[in-house]
């Protein structure tokens, strides 16, 4: 197993990745004294694929197991369902003392640990994330969220996790559609903060295709290590540091509010938003062509998106106005410079970004 600490002063918690280590999960858990009764909230395909595991793995430390599934999709990122599953949490919690698990992707992380920040102003909750977005993103750095049908992520708190249990042997159960999704974010990391994480990714985007374990390992410690460093020294986004993690997710957000959640899923949203993220760095004169056909000849060979099918442009606009980046009037995107090389530019005229989208049609 490898080990990625993530350093805050008043949380700190460890990053735990490997291959086959579920088995390891209740000796892991058993050293952080969360409690005496888990309460797992999945959603039924990941039950059926890895409940079993976790269960035993839990019991085997004296632990007690309570399963809460919910729909796999992206509605079950809203208040309605919040408010059933802190319904049925309060139901469970009588004489006991319980931690949350989230068990799954990102949908099931963000809701999870909402739901943990909130009941009782804060319970423990460990990540076991399942998907490769998960693995080396949404998991790690305590951002937990629901959704408005105005925009993404618009309800919620940062509030860490005790653990991130990372298992590469679980990414093998993952459709092609999932595993390119969770490239869109590892695309990220190697383009904000590291040339040699995207030339290996050029190299060995066959192997990552085909969930080899080794290069799975590989990009999901890498971009833990990033992901982490940079929350363990701005965990709250309010030096500027964090943001940059943001790369791309003003007009993903925007897009997928626009296609009301159906027509991508985040990582395909995602590797759109770096196009145009791009194409208004280029506009702004910050990047090159030549390293702007890198990145989208890079997108193309994992096989994501490089068009916007589907959706109105209208209403991608309208819809990144709600974007968390705005600071009042005054929009915000995260540039970039060159491979590794980010830049955060405020206010960029209207007009750029307009076209910048128009561009991916």
């Given amino acids: 197993m490898r080990k990625v600490r993530l350093g805050l002063k008043k949380c700190p918690y460890d990053i735990i990745i490997g291959s086959n280590i579920i088995n390891r999960l209740g000796r892991v858990t058993d050293k952080l004294n969360l409690g005496s009764d888990a309460f797992i909230i999945t959603n039924p395909l990941i039950k059926r694929k890895f409940g079993k595991a976790v269960k035993k793995a839990f019991i085997k430390s004296g632990v007690r197991v309570k399963f809460r599934t919910v729909p796999d999709t992206e509605k079950s990122k809203s208040v309605a369902t919040a408010a059933l599953v802190l319904t049925d949490l309060c139901a469970y919690d009588i004489k006991k003392k319980i931690f949350i698990v989230a068990l799954g992707g990102g949908v099931v992380g963000d809701l999870a640990g909402f739901i943990a920040s909130v009941y009782k102003r804060g319970v423990p909750y460990i990540q076991i994330p399942t998907t490769l977005l998960a693995q080396v993103d949404s998991a790690i750095g305590g951002k937990t969220a629901v ?122 949203a995602v590797a759109l938003g770096m196009l145009v993220a791009c194409g208004i760095s280029r506009r702004l004169r910050l990047l090159d062509g030549k390293t702007e056909e890198r990145i989208e000849g890079l997108i193309k060979a994992a096989g994501l998106p490089t068009q916007i099918r589907g959706v109105n442009l209208d209403r991608i606009i309208s819809a990144h106005y709600h974007d968390k980046k705005f600071l009042g009037a005054k929009n915000r995107f995260v540039l970039i410079t060159g491979i590794g090389k980010t830049r955060i530019t405020r206010n960029i005229p209207l007009k750029i970004i307009k076209d910048s989208i128009k561009e991916r049609f």
């Fill in 147 to 268: 959704d408005l049908k105005e925009g993404k992520n618009l309800i919620g708190a940062i509030y860490q996790p005790k653990l991130v249990f990372s298992d590469v042997a679980f990414l093998r159960s993952l459709d092609l559609r999932q595993t390119r999704a969770g490239l869109g974010e590892v695309f990220k990391y190697g383009i904000i903060k590291d040339p040699e994480l995207f030339a290996f990714i050029e190299r060995n985007c066959g192997k990552i295709l085909r969930r080899d374990s080794r290069a799975m390992e590989h990009i999901v410690t890498r971009c833990s290590e990033i992901k982490a460093a940079i929350v363990s020294r701005d965990e709250k986004e309010e030096k500027g540091l964090r943001t940059i993690l943001n790369f791309g997710h003003t007009a993903a957000h925007a897009i997928e509010a626009a296609s009301g959640y159906k027509k991508l899923n985040h990582g395909e």
